[in-house]
């Protein structure tokens, strides 16, 4: 695998919203750190967190490669999505670390914007570590 592969995958993953997918993409004991303090290692957990975009409709991820080697490589990525549930709004605003949006009871949930950086290291045909670092934000207009 290589990085190209690998995001050819994440993307699917993520716009298809099955966790299976993304844990396929791993080693069995492989690694995903969403945050520099947060790690979901096995498919077990891998797939149990990412169970959380199903809270997400109308997905789309955009990537663009910034360097490729053998067994590792950098992926700038960007998705957008509809929120779908006052809990996962709740889970982002937390995630921030700064109020919530303004919203009132019965405003709509926003459409969100996800900006990352992403590593990962490959052995053979799979992932066996991957750290992210991300930016959200409520899309206006």
Known sequence: MNIEQFMRGYKTAWEQRDENLFAALFTPDGEYHNTPFALQRGHAQLAEYWRRVKLQEDVHVTYEILSSAPQKGIAHWRTTYQVASEELFQIWARSTG???????????????????????????????????????TPQTQ
């Open 98 to 136: 700064t109020n919530l949006v303004a919203r009132q009871p019965g405003d709509p949930l926003p459409r969100m914007i996800l900006d990352g950086i992403l590593h990962a290291e490959f052995e053979d045909d799979l992932c066996v570590k991957c750290k992210i670092w991300w930016h959200a």
